[in-house]
Protein backbone atom coordinates (compact mmCIF):
# COMPACT_ATOMS: atom_id res chain seq x y z
CA UNK A 1 0.00 0.00 0.00
CA UNK A 2 2.74 2.56 0.94
CA UNK A 3 4.75 2.08 -2.20
CA UNK A 4 1.28 2.81 -4.17
CA UNK A 5 1.22 6.25 -2.46
CA UNK A 6 4.51 6.77 -3.30
CA UNK A 7 4.20 6.19 -6.96
CA UNK A 8 1.15 7.58 -7.23
CA UNK A 9 2.70 11.29 -5.70
CA UNK A 10 5.79 11.00 -8.05
CA UNK A 11 4.83 13.41 -10.77
CA UNK A 12 8.08 13.91 -12.70
CA UNK A 13 10.28 16.88 -13.56
CA UNK A 14 8.50 20.75 -13.17
CA UNK A 15 9.22 22.53 -16.25
CA UNK A 16 11.53 24.71 -14.77
CA UNK A 17 13.65 21.70 -13.68
CA UNK A 18 13.93 20.90 -17.13
CA UNK A 19 14.54 24.41 -18.57
CA UNK A 20 17.48 24.29 -16.02
CA UNK A 21 18.84 21.16 -16.98
CA UNK A 22 18.78 22.65 -21.11
CA UNK A 23 20.76 25.62 -20.09
CA UNK A 24 23.35 23.29 -17.70
CA UNK A 25 23.74 21.34 -20.68
CA UNK A 26 24.12 23.83 -23.25
CA UNK A 27 26.46 25.66 -21.21
CA UNK A 28 28.55 22.59 -20.96
CA UNK A 29 28.29 21.84 -24.91
CA UNK A 30 29.50 25.63 -25.55
CA UNK A 31 32.72 24.81 -22.95
CA UNK A 32 33.39 22.09 -25.27
CA UNK A 33 33.52 23.58 -28.21
CA UNK A 34 35.56 26.82 -27.12
CA UNK A 35 37.75 24.42 -25.71
CA UNK A 36 38.45 22.37 -29.06
CA UNK A 37 39.60 25.56 -30.49
CA UNK A 38 41.51 26.35 -27.61
CA UNK A 39 43.63 23.00 -28.49
CA UNK A 40 44.72 24.22 -31.69
CA UNK A 41 46.04 27.79 -30.48
CA UNK A 42 47.91 25.96 -28.03
CA UNK A 43 49.42 23.93 -30.57
CA UNK A 44 50.65 26.09 -32.75
CA UNK A 45 51.69 28.09 -29.98
CA UNK A 46 54.09 25.30 -29.00
CA UNK A 47 55.25 24.73 -33.09
CA UNK A 48 56.16 28.43 -32.80
CA UNK A 49 58.25 28.28 -30.10
CA UNK A 50 59.76 25.17 -31.24
CA UNK A 51 60.64 26.94 -34.66
CA UNK A 52 62.20 30.08 -32.54
CA UNK A 53 63.95 27.39 -30.82
CA UNK A 54 65.27 26.10 -34.05
CA UNK A 55 66.08 29.49 -35.37
CA UNK A 56 68.17 30.58 -32.06
CA UNK A 57 70.39 27.36 -32.32
CA UNK A 58 70.61 27.98 -35.87
CA UNK A 59 72.00 31.84 -35.28
CA UNK A 60 74.61 30.84 -32.65
CA UNK A 61 75.61 28.21 -35.61
CA UNK A 62 76.80 31.18 -37.34
CA UNK A 63 80.49 32.31 -36.25
CA UNK A 64 82.67 34.94 -37.54
CA UNK A 65 84.15 32.53 -40.09
CA UNK A 66 80.71 31.27 -40.97
CA UNK A 67 78.42 33.69 -42.86
CA UNK A 68 76.24 31.45 -44.04
CA UNK A 69 73.96 28.39 -43.16
CA UNK A 70 75.66 25.98 -45.88
CA UNK A 71 76.10 23.06 -43.87
CA UNK A 72 73.27 23.59 -41.11
CA UNK A 73 70.83 20.88 -39.92
CA UNK A 74 69.67 19.39 -36.71
CA UNK A 75 71.82 16.64 -36.53
CA UNK A 76 74.75 19.64 -36.69
CA UNK A 77 72.95 21.54 -34.20
CA UNK A 78 72.59 18.56 -32.19
CA UNK A 79 76.39 17.95 -32.44
CA UNK A 80 76.96 15.79 -34.72
CA UNK A 81 77.62 13.08 -32.35
CA UNK A 82 80.51 15.21 -30.87
CA UNK A 83 81.92 16.44 -33.58
CA UNK A 84 80.83 20.14 -33.41
CA UNK A 85 79.40 22.21 -30.69
CA UNK A 86 76.10 21.48 -29.26
CA UNK A 87 73.43 24.33 -30.18
CA UNK A 88 70.01 22.27 -29.61
CA UNK A 89 69.57 19.37 -27.21
CA UNK A 90 70.51 16.14 -28.43
CA UNK A 91 67.09 14.55 -26.76
CA UNK A 92 65.49 17.06 -29.57
CA UNK A 93 63.26 14.78 -31.63
CA UNK A 94 63.25 16.24 -35.54
CA UNK A 95 61.89 12.81 -36.71
CA UNK A 96 58.62 12.47 -35.64
CA UNK A 97 58.74 15.10 -32.98
CA UNK A 98 56.28 17.92 -33.62
CA UNK A 99 52.64 18.02 -32.72
CA UNK A 100 51.28 16.39 -35.88
CA UNK A 101 53.62 13.88 -35.82
CA UNK A 102 55.64 14.95 -38.96
CA UNK A 103 59.55 16.10 -38.65
CA UNK A 104 61.39 18.99 -38.01
CA UNK A 105 64.13 20.18 -41.08
CA UNK A 106 66.60 22.83 -41.03
CA UNK A 107 68.86 23.89 -43.96
CA UNK A 108 69.96 27.06 -45.66
CA UNK A 109 67.89 28.80 -48.35
CA UNK A 110 68.62 26.74 -51.89
CA UNK A 111 68.47 30.50 -53.40
CA UNK A 112 70.41 32.30 -50.49
CA UNK A 113 72.55 30.47 -48.36
CA UNK A 114 72.33 33.69 -45.77
CA UNK A 115 68.94 32.84 -45.48
CA UNK A 116 67.28 29.77 -43.19
CA UNK A 117 64.45 27.10 -44.02
CA UNK A 118 62.86 25.87 -41.08
CA UNK A 119 59.92 23.15 -42.55
CA UNK A 120 57.35 21.22 -40.28
CA UNK A 121 55.64 18.57 -41.77
CA UNK A 122 52.45 16.78 -41.40
CA UNK A 123 50.88 20.31 -40.19
CA UNK A 124 47.09 19.42 -40.83
CA UNK A 125 45.52 22.23 -42.81
CA UNK A 126 45.98 25.93 -44.78
CA UNK A 127 44.29 26.73 -41.55
CA UNK A 128 46.54 25.72 -39.31
CA UNK A 129 49.47 26.82 -41.19
CA UNK A 130 48.02 30.18 -41.52
CA UNK A 131 47.90 30.86 -37.71
CA UNK A 132 51.46 29.72 -37.83
CA UNK A 133 52.53 32.22 -40.50
CA UNK A 134 50.88 35.04 -38.17
CA UNK A 135 52.88 33.93 -35.42
CA UNK A 136 56.14 34.98 -38.14
CA UNK A 137 54.58 37.56 -39.90
CA UNK A 138 57.22 40.31 -39.58
CA UNK A 139 60.16 38.61 -39.17
CA UNK A 140 59.99 35.42 -41.77
CA UNK A 141 58.73 34.70 -45.30
CA UNK A 142 55.63 31.44 -45.23
CA UNK A 143 54.47 28.90 -47.31
CA UNK A 144 52.59 25.90 -46.94
CA UNK A 145 52.36 23.04 -49.47
CA UNK A 146 49.28 21.31 -49.58
CA UNK A 147 50.14 18.53 -50.93
CA UNK A 148 52.94 17.28 -49.17
CA UNK A 149 51.40 19.11 -45.74
CA UNK A 150 54.34 20.84 -44.98
CA UNK A 151 55.00 24.68 -43.72
CA UNK A 152 57.91 26.21 -44.49
CA UNK A 153 59.44 29.17 -42.77
CA UNK A 154 62.43 31.38 -44.63
CA UNK A 155 64.38 33.64 -41.98
Known sequence: MRIRNV????????????????????????????GGGMTTKMTVQHESD?????????KNFLTAAQTTYTGVSIAVLQGNGGAS??????TFNAA???????AYTVNANAADA?????????VTDANTANLLTANFQSMATCA???????WTATF
Open 96 to 102: NGNSWGG
Open 144 to 150: YAAATKT
Open 50 to 58: TTNTLVTAA
Open 114 to 122: TKLDVNIAG
Open 85 to 90: PVYLPT
Open 7 to 34: LKSNKGFSLIELAISVVLLGILVGAVVV
